[in-house]
């Protein structure tokens, strides 16, 4: 059982923003950076925002990322039809010792 | 280019083993914790272990404690995952992982995966 909160979907037409919310505990997000990943169908998830809020070399600034107490969020902006993906948060937990998750929200381009 | 391939899934029967091996090219190996993130058929993500670069410290997820054995082999750049006692929920694609991880400028931890493999399918059935 995931122990950081997303909303199960997301969606929005080309060129809108869309924002998901990851909801966690003093005990991850509370504590330690937010991570977020993006699976593409039928791939391996591929990190798209680390430490909160930065990108790795070659995410478009369309992503971003920001965390406030123990809830962060993932923005994207200018939607785009390949940005139909999966996108989990993550952070590690320091009463589990272990990374955990999100539960995932699944982004849709209408 | 930085690259991981997993290898070593399969069909075994509940109650049997498999090691899964992850083969790293790329990047100095040694210098870096791996972690394996396991994704059941239809369903989100699992973190299951990490290793520290040399060996020393390893953490597994409560759900593989007991069962699952992490190691790695720094002279052979590869990352190993040892599963026992197998049941059908450990049923999953298996990722392995290169971390990152430390104490940023404001004393936070941060612990990301950068880089990871396609995965390798353990199915575990009758």
């Known amino acids: 059982q995931s122990v950081l909160t997303q909303p199960p979907s997301a969606s929005g037409t080309p060129g809108q923003r869309v924002t998901i919310s990851c909801s966690g505990s003093?005990?991850?997000?509370?504590?330690?950076?937010v991570n977020w990943y993006q699976q593409l169908p039928g791939t391996a998830p591929k990190l798209l925002i680390y430490?909160?809020?930065e990108r790795p070399s070659g995410v478009p600034d369309r992503f971003s990322g920001s965390k406030s107490g123990t809830s962060a969020s993932l923005a994207l902006s200018g939607l785009q039809s390949e940005d139909e993906a999966d996108y989990y948060c993550?952070?590690?937990?320091?009463?589990?010792?272990?990374?955990?998750f999100g539960t995932g929200t699944k982004v849709t381009v209408l | 280019q930085v690259q991981l391939v997993e290898s070593g899934g399969g069909l075994v029967k509940p109650g049997g083993s498999l090691r899964l091996s992850c083969a790293a090219s790329?990047?100095?190996?040694?210098?870096?914790?791996m972690s394996w993130i396991r994704q059941a058929p239809g369903k989100g993500l699992e973190w299951v272990s990490y290793?520290?670069?040399?060996?020393?410290?390893?953490y597994y997820a409560d759900s593989v404690k007991g069962r699952f054995t992490i190691s790695r082999d720094n002279a052979r750049n590869s990352l190993y995952l040892q599963l026992i006692s197998l049941r059908a929920e450990d049923t999953a694609v298996y990722y392995c992982?290169?971390?990152?991880?430390?104490?940023?400028?404001?004393?936070?931890?941060?612990?990301?995966?950068?880089?990871w493999g396609k995965g390798t399918t353990v199915t575990v059935s009758s």
């Open positions: 790329g990047f100095t190996f040694s210098d870096y914790y």
């Open positions: 290793i520290s670069s040399s060996g020393s410290t390893i």
């Open positions: 003093s005990s991850n997000i509370g504590s330690n950076t």
């Open positions: 992982a290169r971390v990152r991880n430390g104490y940023n400028y404001q004393n936070s931890y941060y612990y990301y995966m950068d880089v």
């Open positions: 430490s909160n809020n």
């Open positions: 993550a952070a590690w937990d320091d009463s589990l010792n272990g990374y955990v």
